[in-house]
């Protein structure tokens, strides 16, 4: 799991920071916040800004405003700020509280407009150049230095596995050896960005999403790639959660555990140790261990009471106390793709099914003919299925979907994996799915391939309501 700071969709991240616009115009005006603390990341970024001579021929550029900015909440902090002066050049260093992945704009003149905007990595002893021409009409622009350019190749990599896997869901779906050969191909390019960009940032993270896309496909070489990832890898808790996982399926609980206990010798921040204790705690929770689950848990919070971790403690003794087999199912309400309201309320009377997937996921795909042939052998009336993709691009689901036999309910979870939709069950993986009786009673949770489970599960439901 990355830091706070940068969240695994930087995309959608950076979406939630331009929100600010009339604030970030404040700050263009005023200056805002543009002080360094003393353990500040600084890089540096110069360049040139230019007006096509068709729009203006006076050859004077100056006035435009160059900004890096970082929004949390309503709280607007200015990294770096400079203007350009009649030539169209500038010079500006940016202070950042962390490495990270930061909006670039640039404003208009007296900053009353802002023209374009684009993504840039703050990094130590970065040196970056930009060059734009005004107005880009719709074209992109980028930051140029050795840390940009990983990121750059990083989202190229990552475009274009999604196009692949578009194209695969449109055509043969089931073809689970060129999803295998897609899935491990993307998955070494992103690992060998390190060699090209040693130590850049998103080489990082295109390191820990290899092993991401890896996982399940390839759990031995998981495990080995996971041991080579250092500390100062911004999601270096991710990686453990994933390694745990991984051996999980290979050598058992027992092993899981071991190899964290290896990750929290490694882990060099509190932040770092608390997350591998949450890691700890998750793995309890998913072989219903209540008891060293919360106690975990609990630990978790007395150790590191600083941390986010310790909300997510809470979290997790929420999850033991509420979602395990017996208790009350939390409400849910949600909208479906054909814009109908869905309350879990309202299908009380007979065992709903909440299945939680990514549309692609080669192992839910596996399973969807032994799913769709459950759903036959019951009736409308007796069973709900409530399919929740965790993947909120639309274009993936309905390629998805497109000449697939998919029945029953479906919805597109607001803010995927992360979003209230899959938080409400502490969904962390997919496929998941939850079982709940017809008084509206937990039943089971099944995670990965445990669908046997959850077969046999539904029918001993069905047959003891018969």
């Known amino acids: 799991m990355r830091n706070a700071c940068v969240r695994r969709d930087d995309d959608r991240s950076l979406r939630g920071r331009l929100r600010w616009g009339i604030l970030f115009a404040l700050a263009v005006v005023l200056g805002v916040g543009c002080q360094s603390a003393p353990d500040a990341v600084e890089s540096y970024v110069e360049g040139r800004i230019t007006v096509r001579s068709d729009i203006d021929a006076t050859g004077d550029y100056s006035?435009?405003?160059?900004?890096?900015?970082?929004?949390?909440?309503?709280?607007?902090?200015?990294?770096?700020?400079?203007?350009?002066?009649?030539?169209?050049?500038?010079?500006?260093?940016?202070?950042?509280?962390?490495?990270?992945?930061?909006?670039?704009?640039?404003?208009?003149?007296?900053?009353?407009?802002?023209?374009?905007?684009?993504?840039?990595?703050?990094?130590?002893?970065?040196?970056?150049?930009?060059?734009?021409?005004?107005?880009?009409?719709?074209?992109?622009?980028?930051?140029?230095?050795?840390?940009?350019?990983?990121?750059?190749a990083y989202r190229n990599t990552m475009a274009q596995h999604r196009r692949t896997l578009v194209k695969r869901l449109q055509t043969d779906a089931r073809d689970s050896t060129t999803m295998s050969r897609s899935i491990r191909q993307t998955s070494s390019t992103l690992w060998n960005l390190q060699e090209t960009f040693p130590g850049a940032y998103a080489s990082q993270l295109a390191a820990t999403e290899s092993l991401s896309l890896l996982s399940g496909w390839n759990d031995s070489l998981v495990v080995a790639r996971a041991k080579e990832i250092e500390p100062s890898n911004p999601r270096f808790v991710e990686v453990a959660q994933i390694a745990r996982r991984a051996s999980s399926r290979l050598h058992g609980q027992a092993a899981a555990l071991d190899l964290l206990d290896t990750f929290a010798k490694w882990a060099q921040t509190n932040q770092q140790r608390a997350g591998v204790q949450a890691a700890r705690v998750r793995a309890f929770i998913d072989s219903l261990q209540a008891?060293?689950?919360?106690?975990?848990?609990?630990?978790?919070?007395?150790?590191?009471?600083?941390?986010?971790?310790?909300?997510?403690?809470?979290?997790?003794?929420?999850?033991?106390?509420?979602?395990?087999?017996?208790?009350?199912?939390?409400?849910?309400?949600?909208?479906?793709?054909?814009?109908?309201?869905?309350?879990?309320?309202?299908?009380?009377?007979?065992?709903?099914?909440?299945?939680y997937y990514r549309p692609g996921d080669d192992l839910f795909a596996r399973q969807m003919a032994t799913r769709n042939a459950l759903y036959?052998?019951?009736?409308?009336?007796?069973?709900?299925?409530?399919?929740?993709?965790?993947?909120?691009?639309?274009?993936?689901?309905?390629?998805?979907?497109?000449?697939?036999s998919f029945p029953g309910h479906h919805v597109i979870a607001p803010g995927g994996i992360d979003g209230p939709l899959a938080k409400t069950y502490n969904?962390?993986?997919?496929?998941?799915?939850?079982?709940?009786?017809?008084?509206?009673?937990?039943?089971?949770?099944?995670?990965?391939?445990?669908?046997?489970?959850?077969?046999?599960?539904?029918?001993?439901?069905?047959d003891d309501g018969s």
């Open 63 to 152: 006035g435009f405003r160059v900004l890096v900015a970082d929004a949390n909440g309503r709280s607007i902090d200015t990294l770096g700020i400079a203007t350009t002066g009649t030539d169209g050049r500038f010079q500006m260093n940016v202070a950042a509280p962390e490495r990270g992945i930061y909006p670039l704009m640039i404003w208009g003149r007296q900053g009353q407009r802002r023209l374009a905007s684009t993504d840039y990595v703050v990094a130590s002893g970065d040196s970056a150049t930009l060059e734009v021409e005004l107005p880009l009409e719709g074209r992109r622009f980028f930051v140029r230095s050795s840390e940009n350019a990983a990121l750059s």
């Open 291 to 355: 008891d060293a689950a919360l106690a975990a848990a609990q630990k978790l919070k007395n150790e590191y009471p600083n941390t986010k971790w310790a909300e997510w403690a809470d979290r997790a003794t929420y999850e033991v106390n509420n979602l395990l087999p017996g208790t009350e199912a939390p409400s849910l309400t949600a909208t479906t793709v054909s814009g109908d309201s869905l309350a879990l309320q309202a299908l009380r009377g007979r065992p709903v099914v909440l299945e």
């Open 376 to 404: 036959r052998a019951t009736r409308a009336d007796s069973v709900a299925f409530v399919s929740i993709s965790v993947e909120p691009d639309t274009l993936l689901h309905e390629a998805f979907t497109e000449n697939r």
């Open 427 to 462: 969904i962390a993986d997919v496929p998941s799915r939850v079982l709940i009786d017809e008084e509206g009673k937990m039943v089971g949770r099944y995670s990965g391939a445990a669908f046997l489970a959850f077969q046999e599960d539904l029918t001993r439901l069905l």
